[in-house]
């Protein structure tokens, strides 16, 4: 493929943005080699500044449930447009956006819109210690929040270990009171309550860990959750920036059968545009300003073009009561199909899916938490990654990230994308 252009912007870039680029996953680092400039996207697709094309399973990180430019969702956006692009003043489709979530995710009594899913988490977050009144937050390791500086807390190993900084900038005390337990082990969450008694104010899971890759929750994991934050008077947050309307069209929580205290909602819910959401039991959301005492504001908060996207976005989803069904099976195909080729090559190969993300692990051995998955081997995945994208198949650029199927995905798409993975295993050694 020719990158003469692409190459070209990298070099600018690196001139005049840290690292070339404005989210740092976006530099490939992870897995070597040096990014494409993406110039434009069409349904499953998208073209470089060079002319190539890619099957995307990017999505811009799974915010693209109806793949690129979605008719519907464009001219909702154009429509806006013309109509005014932000007032700052309460608008009826807010109401409308935020109805509409409710009905989808019952459990959002009382939603607020904010931008980013950072913002969201970091919201959700502060409305938990402002309703419990307490401090403590327990995290999976591995899980990613945004970048707030209470979520910026991996830690080492080790059970409900105090939270360390895990990025320069961050102070001590910033995650203080982060506890850090590992995804699928009960015994460990409950030892970080007991050591930490009445003063938990809430538990945030990725619902299905998508940040570590997809991994899946075990079997009544989430249900001890949820009993175990009953039990000491915690909220349990799903953070289902990643989740929601992605693996149900109830999110997680629907899929799984748990109701969630607080729910985190972003990707998705923009419709492509930079929205998100925290909502949440009405009593939890009443300490929320201007009626409670926990402060949370956002000059572009329920942003008019953000809404109407988001808003189309959620109605097709509602109208479509086959297409998580459609999305399940072109997901499986793409996942079983992967591993058969990455093994039929003679690599191990572990592959995780659940609604319309998942990850394909190089590893022999099972994947159910973050240290699982640090097992797989990142060279090999790197190595698989570039020799895809060579042959116009764009996957996530990192072993540690979901890649999404959108609504555009059909039967060409994954043909494709699984005739190009049984040439390219066999050569990445
Ligand atoms: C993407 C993501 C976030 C952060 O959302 P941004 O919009 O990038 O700030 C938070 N939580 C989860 C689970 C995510 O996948």
Not at 163 to 191: C, F, H, K, Q, Y
Not at 354 to 368: I, Q
Request: charged share 20%; glycine share 12%; aromatic share 6%.
């Amino acid at each position: 493929m020719r990158r003469s252009k692409s190459d070209a912007l990298w070099l600018r870039a690196a001139g005049v943005i840290p690292g070339g680029v404005n989210s740092p996953v976006r530099a490939f680092r992870a897995v070597g080699g040096d990014p494409v400039f993406i110039a434009r996207g069409a349904g499953a697709a998208v073209w470089d500044v060079d002319g190539n094309r890619y099957v995307d399973y990017l999505g811009s990180w799974g915010a693209l449930l109806f793949g690129h430019a979605h008719p519907r969702i464009v001219e909702a956006i154009e429509r806006q447009a013309r109509d005014g692009t932000s007032f700052g003043c309460a608008t009826g489709m807010e109401v409308e956006l935020a109805e509409r979530i409710r009905a989808l995710v019952p459990s959002c009594e009382r939603v607020r819109m904010v931008s980013s899913g950072t913002e969201a988490t970091m919201s959700a977050l502060r409305v938990a210690r402002g309703f419990t009144r307490r401090d403590k937050v327990i995290k999976i390791d591995g899980a990613y929040h945004g970048h707030a500086d209470a979520f910026l807390a991996a830690a080492g190993s080790g059970v409900a270990t105090l939270g360390l900084p895990d990025s320069a900038g961050v102070p001590e005390g910033a995650v203080r009171d982060t506890l850090i337990v590992p995804w699928n082990d009960l015994g460990a969450m409950r030892a970080a309550f007991d050591a930490h008694r009445d003063q938990v104010a809430c538990v945030i899971v990725e619902p299905v860990m998508g940040n570590a890759g997809c991994i899946p929750p075990a079997e009544g994991y989430l249900a001890g959750v949820r009993a175990l934050c009953d039990t000491a008077g915690a909220l349990l947050i799903f953070d289902e920036v990643m989740t929601g309307f992605r693996v149900a069209a109830g999110g997680a929580q629907a899929r799984f059968g748990i109701r969630p205290d607080l729910t985190t909602l972003g990707k998705v819910v923009g419709g492509g545009l930079p929205a998100a959401a925290f909502g949440g039991r009405a009593d939890v959301m009443a300490v929320v300003a201007p009626i409670g005492p926990v402060y949370q504001a956002g000059t572009l908060s329920g942003n008019p073009l953000a809404v109407a996207a988001g808003r189309v976005a959620l109605e097709m989803i509602g109208e479509d009561p086959g297409l998580f069904d459609r999305l399940e099976t072109t997901t499986t195909r793409l996942a079983l199909g992967l591993v058969e080729a990455v093994r039929a090559a003679g690599h191990p190969a572990v592959g995780h899916h659940v609604g319309a993300m998942m990850t394909l692990f190089f590893t022999a051995d099972p994947v159910r938490d973050y240290a699982t998955a640090k097992r797989a081997d990142r060279e090999r995945y790197g190595r698989f990654f570039r020799a895809m994208l060579e042959r116009g198949v764009y996957l996530a650029p990192s072993q540690f990230e979901a890649a999404f199927v959108s609504a555009a995905h059909g039967e060409a798409e994954i043909s494709a994308t699984l005739e190009a993975a049984r040439v390219v295993a066999a050569g990445i050694g």
